[in-house]
Every structure is written in C-alpha cells, then in structure tokens.
C-alpha cells in the first residue's frame, strides 16, 4: 500500500463551484498533514497545514480524520487561479518521524 | 536571505554521460530532500537528508544514483551513465525538523538525456 494516496484527477470544475479532494495514508503514527500547490512548471509550495480540529483559510477548508486516516480538502467559489495540482502531505514513515511523505497530486481545473 | 537554490537550471547531456546537480538549502535547515518529476506525473521520492543522521536513500530508483551532503548543507545529486529515462525535473527541498513545518522547494533542474 502506498503512504499517500490521493485521486490523481483532474477535475475539471466550473468557476464558482464547489470541490473536494480526500487523501488517505497509510501511517498511522503520522503527527504532521499539510496540503501543498504545485502550479504547471513550478514547485510546490505551501496551501496550509491540517489540524485536527478543522481549520479553515478563506475559501479552503482542511479536515483530518484520524481514525481512518484520511485528510480532506474543501475549495468553495472556485477560481481560475486555482487551478493546480494538490500534493497531501503528511510526517512519516517511522513513528516520531518529521520527514515529509508527499502524494502524487490531484489536478484541479476550473473552467470558465 | 535567498530561498533553495538549485544549479543549473537546466542541463541537456548525452547517454551514458554522468550528470551531478546541485542543491543549495536554505540557511539553517537541516532536513533537505529529493525529488524527481517527470512530463505530467507526481513527485517520486528519492532521498532525505536530516542533519548527520544517516539518510533515507529508499527512492533511488537504481545504483547509477547517489547523493551526498556536505557539511550538512549543500546537496549534490549524482547520476552516473545517464539513461533517458532519467529525464525528468530534479527538485530539492529544505525544511526545519520539526512539527508542522513549511518544506521549501527550489524551482528544479530540468535534466534532458538525449
């Protein structure tokens, strides 16, 4: 089983729709879960992180379920600039661990 | 106050050349990663770095890859007898070891193999 699995996509989303990616990994000792944007041609950087209470920035929305070990990204009233692709990240493999596990990505489009 | 740098930008080189690319982490950060995309597709994890610990190479995908961390700061990615499948966006990482930081990436070198 791979530590980080995500969709791949791509959702191809109308402007002003809402979308929701899920991401599931493998270790469960993983203290750490972030969601990174990669645009075309460029590096990845920082969406925001994931705490377990929710947390929330403007029209993104992160969850974390830790029982079954899955992370969650909501994006309302798309945008043309969110088109991107969406890297789950979490710490691990190895307990204690704060070595950075990133997925494959999944792809969103919006489309006007 | 410069973020990762990553020499050279882009690099074409023949079959069976041997290629070394360079990373240059940001001041500080101990943790330093590498990843290779290739056309389209996800990150592949190759190696990480942290501090003199002994680094995690469990993504390379073959021994004509190897990578070496002086000082414990600047990160040299060797591939040797270059294939063209090895054609791919070669990107490192830094970040500080601990919980919930920011990873930051340099922006890669494109490697060609013809």
């Known amino acids: 089983r791979k530590e980080v699995e995500q969709d791949p996509g791509p959702f191809n989303v109308p402007e002003g729709a809402t979308v929701a990616f899920n991401c599931t990994y493998s270790?469960?000792?993983?203290?750490?879960f972030f969601w990174y944007r990669q645009d075309c041609r460029k590096e990845p950087k920082l969406l925001m992180s994931?705490?377990?209470s929710g947390n929330e920035d403007g029209r993104f929305t992160a969850q974390l379920n830790r029982a079954s070990q899955y992370i969650s990204l909501l994006i309302r009233d798309s945008k043309l600039s969110d088109s991107a692709t969406y890297l789950c990240?979490?710490?691990?493999?190895?307990?204690?661990?704060?070595?950075?596990?990133f997925g494959k990505g999944t792809k969103l489009s919006v489309i006007p | 106050g410069a973020g990762v740098s990553q020499s050279p930008s882009n690099k074409v080189t023949e079959k069976g050349k041997d290629v070394e690319l360079r990373c240059d982490p940001i001041?500080?950060?101990?943790?330093l990663y590498w990843y290779r995309q290739s056309l389209g597709q996800g990150l592949e994890f190759l190696i990480y770095?942290?501090?003199?610990?002994?680094?995690?190479k469990s993504g390379l995908p073959s021994d004509r890859f190897s990578a070496e961390r002086t000082g414990g700061s600047v990160s040299t990615l060797t591939i040797q007898r270059t294939q063209q499948e090895d054609s791919a966006v070669y990107l490192c990482?830094?970040?500080?070891?601990?919980?919930?930081?920011?990873?930051?990436f340099g922006q890669g070198t494109r490697l060609t193999v013809v």
């Open positions: 990482a830094s970040s500080f070891p601990n919980k919930n930081t920011e990873a930051f």
């Open positions: 270790n469960s000792a993983s203290q750490s």
């Open positions: 994931v705490y377990s």
């Open positions: 990240v979490v710490t691990g493999p190895g307990a204690g661990s704060y070595q950075l596990t």
């Open positions: 001041s500080g950060h101990t943790a």
């Open positions: 770095f942290q501090g003199n610990s002994a680094p995690d």
